[in-house]
């Protein structure tokens, strides 16, 4: 399992690294794995027994990246629009249905999904087009992705205290502790793009790592309800890209609105 780890976050790695220089590859690099998170949270949804229209879900959450990648200059009302529109054709295609159980459930569920996967990975790409976007989008990546690592590597070796057994049996306390221990580390690697005094990045480092657990917690949580160990297989040894990118679902948004407010 490690070492199919280790390879797909080579591979990992090197996709971002060819892409992440140039504004539009990134976006769009950023928009697949949107898609693809989709697909595999409402495929979870299906196998709970949720009734959804996928394809409508994926293809409204495609549109939110897709608008920052070709720089779409959305307004307040655009975006209500937008929202009152998507909302409006959902409700329509429930008319189609032969019952109506779940259609409640059903709207509730698709809209969540387009907001916790779309809606908020859509911030690495906000991210990017900053002043300055490419040493933050590494940093974003520099500082969350390493609590993962250290919280697989000090849990499996040092694990004795479960974190919170309830949702994810195998977490641990000192996991977590190392996880942000890597966070800190992660924080500090990336001075040369934040230029921010010590103690700032150590600040940085630790108020991340929590936000990236709790995204790791978060999705653990819905696993659990929809009663699969992973989101997907795509990826070998880490599952599917909603297993990858779970941890940057919150980190993503904070770091964005936390960095807008510095360089303004």
């Not at 500082?143 to 994810?168: N, Q």
């Given at each position: 399992?490690?070492t199919?780890r280790i390879?797909?976050?080579i591979?990992l790695?090197?996709?971002?690294?060819?892409?992440?220089f140039?504004?539009?590859?990134?976006?769009l690099?950023?928009t697949?794995f949107?898609?693809?998170?989709?697909y595999?949270?409402?495929?979870m949804l299906?196998k709970?027994?949720?009734?959804?229209?996928?394809?409508?879900?994926?293809a409204?959450?495609?549109?939110?990246?897709?608008?920052l990648?070709?720089?779409?200059?959305s307004?307040?009302?655009w975006?209500?629009l937008f929202a009152?529109?998507?909302?409006?054709?959902?409700?329509?295609?429930?008319?189609r249905?032969?019952?109506?159980?779940?259609?409640?459930?059903?709207?509730?569920?698709?809209i969540?999904?387009?907001?916790?996967v779309?809606?908020?990975?859509?911030?690495?790409?906000?991210?990017r087009y900053?002043d300055?976007?490419?040493?933050?989008f590494t940093?974003?990546?520099l500082?969350?992705?390493?609590?993962?690592?250290?919280?697989?590597l000090i849990?499996?070796?040092?694990?004795?205290?479960?974190?919170?057994?309830?949702?994810s049996?195998?977490?641990?306390?000192?996991?977590a502790?190392?996880?942000?221990a890597?966070?800190?580390l992660?924080?500090?690697?990336?001075?040369?793009?934040?230029n921010?005094?010590i103690?700032h990045l150590?600040?940085?480092?630790i108020?991340?790592g929590?936000?990236?657990?709790?995204g790791?917690?978060?999705?653990?949580?819905?696993?659990?309800d929809?009663?699969?160990k992973?989101?997907?297989?795509?990826i070998?040894?880490?599952?599917?890209?909603?297993?990858?990118?779970?941890?940057?679902l919150?980190?993503?948004?904070a770091f964005?609105?936390?960095?807008?407010?510095?360089?303004?």
């Amino acid at each position: 399992m490690l070492t199919k780890r280790i390879i797909s976050s080579i591979i990992l790695i090197g996709i971002i690294t060819a892409t992440v220089f140039t504004n539009w590859t990134c976006g769009l690099l950023v928009t697949a794995f949107i898609i693809v998170g989709l697909y595999e949270f409402f495929t979870m949804l299906e196998k709970k027994g949720i009734s959804i229209y996928k394809y409508f879900g994926i293809a409204i959450g495609a549109l939110i990246p897709l608008s920052l990648v070709f720089r779409f200059e959305s307004t307040k009302k655009w975006e209500l629009l937008f929202a009152v529109l998507a909302l409006l054709f959902l409700i329509l295609m429930q008319f189609r249905r032969r019952e109506n159980s779940g259609v409640i459930v059903g709207i509730s569920t698709t809209i969540f999904g387009i907001l916790y996967v779309s809606g908020f990975l859509s911030f690495l790409i906000r991210i990017r087009y900053l002043d300055g976007g490419l040493g933050l989008f590494t940093s974003v990546l520099l500082i969350t992705k390493p609590g993962d690592i250290g919280a697989y590597l000090i849990g499996s070796r040092f694990g004795k205290t479960p974190l919170m057994p309830r949702i994810s049996p195998k977490k641990s306390i000192e996991g977590a502790v190392g996880g942000l221990a890597f966070n800190v580390l992660g924080a500090l690697a990336s001075r040369p793009f934040l230029n921010l005094p010590i103690p700032h990045l150590v600040f940085l480092g630790i108020a991340m790592g929590i936000l990236g657990q709790l995204g790791d917690l978060s999705e653990s949580l819905m696993k659990r309800d929809c009663q699969v160990k992973d989101s997907g297989r795509i990826i070998p040894g880490m599952g599917g890209v909603l297993d990858a990118i779970d941890s940057l679902l919150f980190t993503a948004p904070a770091f964005y609105f936390y960095m807008s407010t510095i360089l303004k």
